[in-house]
DNA sequence: GGTTTGAAACTTTTT
DNA sequence: GTTTCAAACC
């Protein structure tokens, strides 16, 4: 038998159309991942294509993986021939190559958004422009999709005149492009601009790749923006043996520069196409898939299309909606502890999804309360961390000397005595004679301002030409490990001794063990090479499906992903969707991308989806009150159980409206149901203390301890607590949530 | 030049 | 509730 026949009917129609441009409708589960396997398989083993020739996009690292790891397991032998990367590595690549016919240094530097507003906001200070006014976020975001347009410096300008504030959106544009160039850098939108730029301008390297890539896959191709679709254009044109595979209904990037008629036009752009539609669910029960269907309906501007499955109903949806956020993550803790320990899941069979990275951190609190491993994707970035950075700037600094930014993020660190005057003296005369700060930097002699700093300048400078001598004999590990040791960096946190400096300490060796996983699986390892692999990295790349601990994590990063136990908190109007959307001009179409969010939520559940909200919920400080979510009341009745969302009796002092039946609550406007109100909620209960001077508390951060002293603050109780393991601190009896032991 | 402190902004989502 | 950033102080 061979392996197409596993395939439904749809299925294989995907993976045997292999000629001209195809469109695979890929719904939620529907098994687009088996069908671009599949036809990769099929491509080279029974049309005989080298897979030198295929290429595969994804949008993740992690999609990239494990496209490449099925393929392997199908075809074996040959597989690493094909390229399956993300857009952005891909354009890497090509750029590492060609960037020299753009005026680049072929080892130029990828900036991520730190660097990205650390150039902004010098190039601000150059301008004179007052960001108290203008902020570095919102020139970076107008650059960013103008990018995403593929609109340059030059052609923004000319649609500018006669605007004020576009002609000065314009001047930052240009001066922030030509800074990059200078220092030899780009950002995420340039990796995929240029590309396009040198594939539209430059004949030789066009025809290289479309000589190249004869069979082009791209995975969701709904969450692709103007570049990315050009690109693909580029790469495809001449054979047009392009095969796209996405679904409208999760699109979910667009304030990303997703253009979604990309995905709805593919037909008019490609008048030929075949299109393939993918509605049989393979991942969730029927209760599941149904009430996605009947939250997505009511979505206008979408492909029509109905999935399905043969698998039971299955179980009902849970739905509560709780007094607080703290009840909520109390209960979602609880529920998990429950089913683990009934033997119904494992750790890793759970996810816990939100609206907003926020939401973690009760979510958070309480799991680690309760005992129960978990991971939480996004929020801090390994490789956005202090330590990280700073020693990722001083590879930056040997690879690439024109990269100012890593320059002055490592001048002073650790302390050399050079401050901000002398630096900025430094960047002055650097930029009067037009050359790179680190060029300015080594003729310190010449700067007629400088004092004494030069002297303690010079031996900076001797230390990277050193570091350059390691570097040109000796692997990426090696150096690193050199630069640790002849800076004094680790030896300075290991001074310092606390808990903060050791957990930066193991960000250190764990930097140190990438280094060492990168020389080991590459062939030929350069210090670009493994500086290029840390830029392009995402939080969910390193999410391992088999790890036996509950994930957490937004609605966005679990695109893609299954899980058996989900729940979906927040889902409160104001939050989920959210307040932005709902008050935005555009709020129709804003309310749709949300929809399609909660879509892709629901159908991340194969067997059990618990969906919970909280009436009150702390948000930036401020207590807010939200309503049911309206999408709650899109799911058929049928489909949940638990308490439905009748009002429940309520504590009349906190609640002056009166509370809202189920039929007035879709009739009231929504500013009625989300409403704020301040310092409610926050009263201390003066009196609960159940502890006191001698006796033994628990922290959720700091362990143990003992209660040293305890002051009436007015307010609140000032808790003086000896810790076993962090020492003596000073807090608040209600932040602090001491428990008795 | 470095450290401390207080105010202000922040939060929608990210390759 | 947290983080970032500037001013004031050392």
Redesign the pocket.
């Known amino acids: 038998m061979s392996i197409y026949e596993t395939l439904n009917p749809e299925q294989q129609k995907g993976v045997f159309t292999t000629e001209g441009p195809v469109l695979i409708l890929a719904g939620a589960g529907s098994g687009k991942t088996r069908v671009l396997t599949h036809r990769v398989a099929y491509l080279i083993q029974q049309k005989g294509v080298a897979p030198y020739n295929i290429m595969a996009i994804?949008?993740?690292?992690k999609a990239a993986g494990e496209m490449r790891e099925r393929i392997d397991d199908m075809i074996g032998f040959g597989a690493e021939r094909i390229w399956v990367s993300?857009?952005?590595?891909s354009c890497v690549r090509i750029l590492r190559q060609f960037a020299d016919r753009l005026g680049y240094d072929n080892r130029f530097t990828i900036y991520?958004?730190d660097d990205q507003?650390s150039l902004m906001?010098d190039i601000c200070k150059r301008l004179e422009i007052d960001?108290?006014i203008h902020?570095e976020?919102a020139f970076l975001?107008v650059i960013?999709s103008a990018k995403d347009e593929l609109i340059s410096p030059e052609e923004f300008a000319q649609s500018a005149v006669g605007d004020f504030d576009k002609t000065r959106q314009a001047e930052v544009y240009r001066e922030y492009q030509a800074r990059l160039k200078a220092n030899n850098a780009m950002d995420?939108?340039d990796l995929?601009m240029k590309t396009v730029e040198l594939l539209k301008y430059d004949t030789e390297v066009r025809n290289y790749y479309q000589e190249r890539f004869h069979y082009i896959m791209v995975d969701e191709y709904q969450d692709t923006n103007t570049a990315q679709f050009e690109l693909v254009r580029l790469l495809a044109s001449g054979r047009e043996n392009l095969c796209v595979v996405g679904d409208d209904d999760q699109s979910?990037?667009?304030?990303?520069g997703a253009n979604i008629y990309n995905i709805l036009n593919f037909e008019k752009h490609y008048p030929n196409a075949t299109v393939i539609k993918l509605e049989q669910n393979y991942r969730s029960t029927g209760n599941i898939l149904n009430a996605a269907n009947g939250v997505i309906a009511n979505n206008v501007g979408r492909k029509a299309k109905r999935l399905w499955t043969q698998a039971d109903e299955g179980e009902k949806i849970y739905f509560e909606q709780f007094e607080s956020a703290y009840e909520e993550a109390d209960y979602i803790a609880k529920d998990i502890a429950k089913r683990v320990r009934k033997g119904e899941y494992a750790y890793g069979d759970c996810a816990v999804l939100y609206?907003?990275?926020?939401q973690s951190?009760l979510l958070e609190e309480r799991l680690l309360l309760s005992g129960i491993p978990y991971k939480i994707?996004?929020g801090?970035?390994f490789y956005g961390r202090k330590e990280i950075k700073d020693l990722l700037s001083y590879l930056k600094v040997v690879d690439n000397a024109q990269d100012d930014l890593a320059v002055q993020r490592i001048i002073?660190v650790p302390?050399?005595?050079?401050?901000?005057?002398?630096?900025s003296k430094a960047a002055d005369y650097a930029y009067m004679n037009g050359m790179q700060l680190f060029e300015a930097l080594e003729q310190v002699e010449n700067i007629p301002t400088m004092g004494r700093?030069a002297a303690k300048i010079i031996p900076f400078v001797e230390l990277i030409y050193q570091f350059r001598r390691v570097a040109a004999n000796e692997g990426v590990s090696a150096l690193l490990q050199h630069i640790i040791d002849a800076t004094g960096y680790v030896e300075e946190l290991r001074v310092e001794g606390t808990d903060e400096a050791k957990a930066r300490i193991e960000n250190i060796d764990e930097l140190l063990s990438k280094v060492v996983t990168y020389e080991q699986e590459n062939e030929e390892p350069t210090l670009s090479g493994f500086l290029e692999e840390v830029a392009?990295?995402?939080?969910?790349?390193s999410l391992d499906e088999n790890a036996s601990y509950v994930v957490l994590?937004?609605?966005?990063?679990a695109k893609g992903l299954e899980f058996p136990n989900v729940y979906l908190a927040g889902m409160e109007d104001g939050l989920f969707p959210?307040?932005?959307?709902i008050t935005?001009d555009n709020s129709d179409e804003?309310i749709e991308?949300?929809r399609r969010?909660c879509y892709v939520g629901i159908t991340r559940a194969k067997e059990h989806l618990s969906i919970t909200g909280a009436r009150m919920r702390?948000?930036?400080?401020?207590t807010q009150y939200h309503g049911i979510s309206r999408f709650v009341k899109e799911i058929p009745e049928e489909l949940l159980q638990g308490s439905t969302w009748e009002p429940k009796p309520r504590d009349e002092r906190m609640f002056s409206n009166p509370a809202p039946t189920k039929t007035s609550m879709k009739a009231t406007p929504l500013a009625a149901q989300t409403y704020q109100a301040k310092n409610f909620g926050t009263k201390i209960q003066k009196n609960s203390l159940d502890y006191g001077e001698g006796d033994r508390v628990k922290h959720i951060k700091f362990g143990e301890g003992t209660v040293v002293q305890i002051n009436d603050g007015g307010r609140d109780f000032e808790v003086t607590v000896e810790f076993d393991t962090a020492g003596r601190k000073k807090m608040?009896a209600?932040?602090a949530k001491l428990q008795k032991v």
């Open positions: 994804t949008f993740t690292n993300t857009f952005h590595s991520d958004s507003k906001k960001t108290k902020k976020k975001s960013s995420f939108d995929i979910i990037y667009k304030f990303r609206r907003t990275n926020a951190r994707v996004g801090v970035n002073n302390k050399r005595g050079i401050g901000a005057t002398s630096m700093a392009l990295v995402a939080d969910i790349d994590m937004t609605l966005h990063s959210s307040y932005m959307s935005a804003e991308e949300e969010l702390m948000v930036r400080g401020e608040f209600s932040f």
